[in-house]
């Protein structure tokens, strides 16, 4: 059973950055992109960004592209959001997620995980 546990939410001022990390545990061989999401109170679950474990190839939704970036260690299974620049509307509760079987491509959409870390609470001060 694959198990996600998510650190390193916190409390920051608009500007700041934070880095957010995301342990695996009981990874199989079909595990290959791990993704992660946020949800703001009211709205719905947004991704992020994803990658690909083995190739490193990352993806990110339109209002982080520039500002956060996801990043993998194998040994550690382990991955982190690097959040830079962030503003009050990155306030949400961020979750790591990663797909139950292989699919060919890295999957953006929330429904095409399986498996969900607990979140971890991101607050960015005005």
């Known amino acids: 059973q694959v198990q996600l546990v998510e650190s390193g939410g916190g409390l920051v001022q608009a500007g700041g950055s934070l880095r957010l990390s995301c342990a695996a545990s009981g990874r199989t061989v079909s595990s290959y992109a791990m993704g992660w999401f946020r949800q703001a109170p009211g709205k719905e679950r947004e991704f992020v960004a994803a990658?690909?474990?083995?190739?490193?190839?990352?993806y990110y939704g339109d209002s982080v592209k520039g500002r956060f970036t996801i990043s993998r260690d194998n040994a550690k299974n382990t991955v982190y959001l690097q959040m830079n620049s962030l503003k009050p509307e990155d306030t949400a509760v961020y979750y790591c997620?990663?797909?139950?079987?292989?699919?060919?491509?890295?999957?953006?959409?929330?429904?095409?995980?399986?498996?969900w870390g607990q979140g971890t609470q991101v607050t960015v001060s005005s």
């Open positions: 997620a990663e797909p139950s079987y292989y699919r060919r491509y890295v999957p953006l959409s929330a429904a095409e995980y399986e498996y």
């Open positions: 990658i690909s474990w083995s190739l490193g190839t990352s």
